[in-house]
């Protein structure tokens, strides 16, 4: 496996938060690292003003996935539903690719997700128009609440690792 992020290392590559506010939404949210060397996505979703999303993002200089079949992530959720999303290049709107998870409260879970699992999307619609994600292009990965569902959300991200084929399949 290859390790994309890993919040207990040093160093981590900085992350940027991108609300609804862009629309005029109300929703509010952080990202920081905790002592226990986990990623902190914390907020508050409002629907309020047409709002409804949280999200957090990196960019990466060269993150060549060639070879690779997909993610193994690690996260502490609440029970709510976020998206993993990579984008293909450096703009800070436009298509990112999505896949959705689940989370149960409380509980540390490692979840697989291939790159093929991942569909195109621009502002919460799915485009069918589009290829796949190639992961030899990936310049930036983030995180995302959008389940329509008012209050308060925590995800916790130990790590996100790309993974060869054989490491994704269900055992």
């Known amino acids: 496996m290859k390790v994309i992020v890993d919040f207990a290392e040093p160093g981590s590559i900085p992350w940027s938060i991108v609300n609804d506010g862009v629309m005029g939404g109300r929703s509010t949210s952080k990202m920081e690292i905790s002592e226990g060397g986990s990623a902190l996505f914390e907020g508050i979703v409002s629907l309020e003003n047409n709002g409804g999303f949280a999200s957090t993002r990196a960019a990466f200089q060269s993150l060549n996935l060639s070879g690779y079949a997909g993610v193994i992530l690690k996260?502490?959720?609440?029970?709510?539903?976020?998206?993993?999303?990579?984008?293909?290049?450096?703009?800070?709107?436009?298509?990112?690719?999505?896949a959705a998870f689940?989370?149960?409260?409380?509980?540390?879970?490692?979840?697989?997700?291939?790159?093929?699992?991942?569909?195109?999307?621009?502002?919460?619609?799915?485009?069918?128009?589009?290829?796949?994600?190639?992961?030899?292009?990936?310049?930036?990965?983030?995180?995302?609440?959008?389940?329509?569902?008012?209050?308060?959300?925590?995800?916790?991200?130990?790590?996100?690792?790309?993974?060869?084929e054989d490491a994704l399949a269900i055992r």
């Open 75 to 98: 996260v502490r959720g609440d029970g709510r539903r976020y998206q993993l999303r990579f984008r293909m290049d450096d703009a800070s709107d436009g298509v990112a690719y999505r």
């Open 102 to 164: 689940d989370t149960i409260t409380g509980e540390w879970l490692e979840l697989k997700i291939r790159f093929a699992d991942f569909q195109p999307s621009f502002r919460g619609s799915v485009l069918s128009d589009l290829g796949p994600l190639d992961p030899v292009r990936i310049r930036q990965m983030g995180f995302l609440i959008a389940d329509k569902k008012e209050g308060p959300f925590r995800l916790e991200i130990a790590w996100v690792k790309a993974a060869k």
